[in-house]
């Protein structure tokens, strides 16, 4: 068994794989604050008993407490289970569930967006965190989606915004080498805290 989420954004989502790669249980919840006290019930819901071999937690870029909340969730799991621990773009799996040329845009703080474009899953351009103006000069895909999309489409003044939340059950289309991250944060922008200068 296999089980994927990710709670990087507004949406918190999950989805059990069998040993075919089958989808063969998902939830996908919109509650925007409270993944903390959401993600583990959903999680045992989704189990009804069983357990995994191999976990593929969502790694970000999107919201700093939702990534740590989930990826914290995923390291226990897989020590209590002795399973395998990888991690998986967020952005990516939001455009898994997007055909051909895709921008994804997701709001981030301080009202900038972290985006990245995708053609048939694959990326095109790095990840960057751009205030809107500036995304929407960096992206050419007509259809962009995502919690940032309306932002970045009204910046530019063409396309068309399209709002997405990932979904789990997407997480096996992600390309092999953006399923198997490092278990840790992607937060695609600088700390806010900064380190005192000695006087």
């Known amino acids: 068994?296999?089980?994927?989420?990710?709670?990087?954004?507004?949406?918190?989502?999950?989805?059990?794989?069998?040993?075919?790669?089958?989808?063969?249980?998902?939830?996908?919840?919109?509650?925007?604050?409270?993944?903390a006290e959401r993600l583990v019930p959903m999680i045992a819901e989704l189990l009804d008993g069983r357990s995994a071999t191999r976990i593929l937690v969502g790694v970000?870029?999107?919201?700093?407490?939702?990534?740590?909340?989930g990826i914290a969730a995923?390291?226990?799991?897989a020590i209590g289970w002795g399973?395998?621990?990888?991690?998986?773009?967020s952005?990516?799996?939001?455009?898994?569930?997007?055909?051909?040329?895709?921008?994804?845009?997701?709001?981030?703080?301080?009202?900038?967006?972290?985006?990245?474009?995708?053609?048939?899953?694959?990326?095109?351009s790095e990840v960057r965190n751009l205030a809107p103006p500036a995304a929407a000069a960096a992206t050419a895909a007509k259809l962009v989606i995502g919690s940032g999309a309306?932002?970045?489409v009204d910046a530019r003044g063409w396309g068309e915004a399209r709002e997405a939340w990932p979904s789990?059950?997407?997480?096996?289309?992600?390309?092999?080498?953006?399923?198997?991250?490092?278990?840790?944060p992607v937060y695609a922008r600088a700390p806010?805290?900064?380190a005192k200068q000695a006087a």
Do not use: N, W, Y
């Open 150 to 152: 309306r932002q970045l």
């Open 74 to 77: 995923a390291h226990g799991l």
């Open 1 to 35: 068994m296999i089980l994927a989420f990710d709670t990087s954004t507004a949406a918190c989502t999950a989805a059990l794989f069998d040993g075919s790669g089958a989808c063969i249980a998902q939830r996908d919840d919109l509650i925007g604050r409270g993944h």
């Open 168 to 184: 789990a059950a997407d997480a096996l289309k992600l390309p092999e080498t953006l399923r198997t991250l490092p278990p840790k």
């Open 192 to 194: 806010d805290a900064r």
């Open 60 to 69: 970000g870029p999107g919201s700093f407490t939702g990534i740590r909340v």
């Open 91 to 124: 952005l990516a799996l939001l455009a898994a569930g997007a055909d051909g040329e895709v921008a994804v845009a997701v709001a981030g703080g301080h009202g900038e967006l972290f985006v990245q474009e995708f053609e048939g899953g694959a990326p095109t």
């Open 83 to 89: 399973a395998e621990l990888t991690g998986m773009s």
